[in-house]
């Protein structure tokens, strides 16, 4: 137990408890944030003289060089490490004065903002790394046929740069739903103390301002109460994981010799302890675990929070520790999913039965369009005719304008007289593609369309991102450069 507790209200408490119960070990993330807002609080308390500014230097000049934490496991948590330090430090009473007007339940929340600040920014630059490198990919696969499936069957020819792009999409909603969670947790708790304010004369603007948030949380319970903005963040992060599982559950699949869509580096797979011709996703897998883990985090914290009395309970440190891991997973499965990305290659086998078969909705168009076949009939027609190719295992390349003519017939009892040619170009995958050239189709023309604005799109994401960082970087300089001034100033 903290000596700064010790023979108050509570006597004393077995260190087996304390331990217990400490978070000290999960703190140490928070520790930079626990000095930057002891500092700002500290010059708040000056300015506004609530304490002298010989108390308010020697605090400041006791808080440099904290950032080295030398480890006790029966301290309760960080905040009581510093302020014993700072005490430890100080001459005469002045360390006392730390923690006038603020509590544990406002600083923590204020500290575990200020760090998810700086993880949301980087889960946003390495989801931006991961689609330039889609990007770059794409570009290079514009012409590149493979089969898209539905149900896991074929279903129709696309191009592997408009299946990239479909990721690029999917992840660029996340960072958009990344910017919302910032500007939702950059707003400042602190000065609501344990749940009330205080009756001391604080200044609660300054302190965010010192501590670069863009306002202040005003209703103090709601201050210390809430964690709304770790649920809203996991939850991103769990849509997050479950695009990322979702690309590495189509590469273990795609790379299989039954789908042979794609081909994954050996740097990336490893080989069976027994059989010597495996070659085995191992990555692709861990990845997809350590995403249910994401995920699962998710759940945890919200039936951590889900029956808690309003104001703070200390079941709120269980929480944070989920959180920060979620980060951590994500931001190493997309870096390796980056580098996975540009080695891969795609397996383009025009030849392939299921590649031809899968363009069969362009036979139905031509029979609607230019025969006047009505859609529902054509539908069945074509349907009809695929049933007999594959049971009598015929190369959908195969398929003359007489099959069609006698299943037309049995099936719908018209007669139709189709060309070769338009038989032909009906199974011709390379037509099929450049046909859709629909806004968001395949076809390469409207695919390099969207890689350039998915470019710009990008830049612009960049730039924010930068703009987010520098103001943060800025806010701790510039409180650093005023600790400094204040402490010579009063030398």
């Given at each position: 137990m903290s000596l700064l507790f010790k023979g108050g209200r509570i006597k004393s408490t077995k260190k087996d408890i304390v331990r217990f119960i400490s978070s000290m070990e999960d703190d140490v993330k928070l520790l930079k944030h626990v000095i930057d807002i002891n500092r700002a609080h500290t010059i708040m308390l000056m300015k506004q003289g609530i304490i002298s500014n010989q108390d308010c230097v020697e605090i400041l000049k006791a808080l440099k060089n904290l950032d080295k934490l030398k480890k006790n496991r029966y301290l309760e948590d960080i905040h009581v490490y510093v302020e014993e330090a700072v005490i430890k430090r100080t001459k005469g009473q002045s360390g006392e004065n730390l923690h006038i007007a603020k509590s544990r339940n406002d600083q923590v929340a204020t500290a575990i903002r200020m760090e998810l600040r700086e993880e949301i920014i980087n889960l946003m630059k390495a989801i931006i790394d991961f689609q330039a490198e889609l990007l770059s990919k794409a570009e290079k696969?514009?012409?590149?046929?493979?089969?898209?499936?539905?149900?896991?069957?074929?279903?129709?020819?696309?191009?592997?740069?408009?299946?990239?792009?479909?990721?690029?999409?999917?992840?660029?909603?996340?960072?958009?739903?990344?910017?919302?969670?910032?500007?939702?947790?950059?707003?400042?708790?602190?000065?609501?103390?344990?749940?009330?304010?205080?009756?001391?004369?604080?200044?609660?603007?300054?302190?965010?301002?010192?501590?670069?948030?863009?306002?202040?949380?005003?209703?103090?319970?709601?201050?210390?109460?809430?964690?709304?903005?770790?649920?809203?963040?996991?939850?991103?992060?769990?849509?997050?994981?479950?695009?990322?599982?979702?690309?590495?559950?189509?590469?273990?699949?795609?790379?299989?010799?039954?789908?042979?869509?794609?081909?994954?580096?050996?740097?990336?797979?490893?080989?069976?302890?027994?059989?010597?011709?495996?070659?085995?996703?191992?990555?692709?897998?861990?990845?997809?675990?350590?995403?249910?883990?994401?995920?699962?985090?998710?759940?945890?914290?919200?039936?951590?929070?889900?029956?808690?009395?309003?104001?703070?309970?200390?079941?709120?440190?269980?929480?944070?520790?989920?959180?920060?891991?979620?980060?951590?997973?994500?931001?190493?499965?997309?870096?390796?999913?980056?580098?996975?990305?540009?080695s891969c290659q795609p397996v383009q086998d025009l030849e392939n039965p299921n590649l031809a078969s899968s363009t069969f909705t362009e036979l139905v168009r031509i029979l609607f369009q230019k025969y006047n076949v009505p859609f529902r009939t054509a539908h069945k027609i074509v349907g009809s005719l695929a049933g007999k190719i594959v049971e009598k295992k015929i190369n959908p390349k195969n398929v003359t304008a007489e099959m069609l003519r006698k299943v037309a017939e049995e099936v719908s009892g018209i007669s139709l007289t189709v060309t070769e040619d338009d038989v032909k170009a009906s199974v011709d995958v390379a037509n099929f593609v450049n046909m859709h050239n629909v806004r968001g189709g395949p076809a390469p023309m409207e695919v390099m369309r969207m890689i350039n604005s998915r470019r710009k799109m990008l830049a612009e994401t960049s730039r924010q991102v930068a703009e987010m960082e520098t103001n943060m970087r800025n806010a701790v300089k510039n409180l650093y450069d005023l600790v400094e001034r204040l402490i010579e100033h009063q030398q």
């Open positions: 696969h514009v012409q590149t046929i493979i089969c898209g499936y539905t149900h896991l069957r074929p279903a129709q020819p696309t191009t592997f740069a408009h299946y990239l792009l479909y990721h690029f999409d999917a992840f660029q909603r996340h960072v958009k739903r990344l910017f919302e969670c910032y500007n939702r947790v950059n707003i400042c708790p602190m000065g609501a103390a344990a749940l009330a304010t205080t009756s001391f004369p604080i200044n609660r603007e300054m302190v965010a301002e010192l501590l670069g948030f863009a306002d202040v949380l005003e209703n103090s319970i709601d201050s210390v109460s809430s964690r709304d903005f770790v649920m809203e963040t996991l939850a991103t992060l769990a849509m997050v994981a479950i695009d990322i599982s979702r690309l590495a559950e189509d590469l273990i699949i795609w790379s299989t010799p039954e789908f042979n869509l794609i081909e994954i580096p050996d740097e990336f797979c490893s080989t069976s302890s027994i059989m010597p011709q495996k070659k085995n996703p191992d990555v692709l897998e861990v990845i997809r675990a350590r995403m249910s883990h994401v995920i699962g985090n998710f759940m945890t914290c919200a039936l951590i929070l889900k029956s808690l009395p309003s104001s703070y309970n200390l079941d709120f440190q269980e929480a944070t520790p989920k959180l920060w891991e979620s980060c951590v997973k994500v931001k190493e499965a997309l870096s390796i999913l980056s580098k996975l990305t540009v």
